[in-house]
């Protein structure tokens, strides 16, 4: 068996005999249902947009319109992709405690519960002004920039969480929970840079937890996996996680 083989082998013996698993996901593990990634060089949102225009309160105030028509076309893209084998692979085992950066329903969609959501959800609008008016969107058809009909004293934004904004404090006392407890810590699809979600990675590292690692290619995860593999979550995950 080559090196890889043998790293998937000892990897999935480690997910075997694991008690409490947790899945850290990220943009990666949609990237193969054809949803965009944020960094991946040349094709990532971030290699071609300012995240400062489009995904943040200041940006917001600036060019609504423009927010909105780049997540009318995410939207698009995400209601148009099914999930992979990787989301199918995580939603099978119903054991492993979900935590997701990933605002897109491939996780529901494939079956999983309970997932905790640290960067929201985009399937629905919520008033930026915070009068409580939140309403679900349609992703085949999404809306532009609108007032809230609540309240009418600010437009309507995606139920996200934006750069330089709070995480939704119950699912991050969860998240924290779930690394810090768990005895195998799955690091999938994401470049670990973005804080404090990637903290969780060395919390459940520094917890006792075995951290392995799949990603497409080395991150900022490498340097704290016990075990890397390197290629696609939606041929790793299956190969990680059925049993045989
Ligand atoms: N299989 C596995 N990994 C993949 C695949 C694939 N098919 N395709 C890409 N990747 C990996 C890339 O190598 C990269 O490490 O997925 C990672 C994607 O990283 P980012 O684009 O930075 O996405 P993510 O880590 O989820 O971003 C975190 O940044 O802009 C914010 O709020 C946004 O939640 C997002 C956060």
């Not at 491939?106 to 999983?112: H, P, Q, S, V």
């Not at 139920?159 to 999938?188: H, I, K, M, N, Y």
């Not at 995950?237 to 059925?242: D, F, G, H, N, Y």
Request: net charge negative; with cysteine; proline share 6%.
């Amino acid at each position: 068996m080559d090196d890889h083989g043998d790293v998937i082998t000892a990897a999935r013996e480690v997910v075997r005999r694991g008690r409490r698993i947790t899945c850290f996901s990220g943009a990666g593990l949609s990237a193969p249902s054809g949803v965009g990634t944020f960094r991946d060089p040349g094709d990532g949102w971030w290699s071609r947009y300012d995240p400062m225009r489009l995904a943040s309160p200041d940006g917001f105030h600036e060019d609504p319109a423009l927010v909105m028509k780049w997540y009318a076309a995410r939207r698009q893209q995400m209601a148009e992709a099914a999930p992979n084998a990787g989301h199918l692979a995580l939603a099978a085992r119903p054991d492993v405690v979900q935590v997701t950066q990933n605002t897109d329903d491939l996780l529901d969609r494939a079956g999983c519960s309970d997932i905790i959501r640290l960067h929201g959800n985009i399937t629905a609008d919520r008033c930026h002004a915070g009068c409580g008016h939140v309403e679900s969107v349609d992703m085949h058809d999404p809306p532009g920039h609108r007032s809230c009909p609540g309240c009418g004293q600010a437009g309507l934004r995606p139920t996200v969480v934006w750069f330089g904004e709070a995480l939704p404090s119950d699912a991050w006392e969860r998240a924290e929970q779930a690394a810090r407890s768990c005895d195998v810590f799955l690091v999938v699809g994401t470049s670990a840079v973005v804080y404090p979600a990637a903290g969780l990675i060395t919390l459940a590292a520094h917890a006792g937890a075995t951290v392995i690692v799949v990603n497409r290619d080395a991150s900022s995860a490498s340097d704290v996996a016990d075990f890397e593999l390197l290629g696609s979550a939606d041929e790793l995950l299956p190969a990680l996680l059925e049993a045989d």
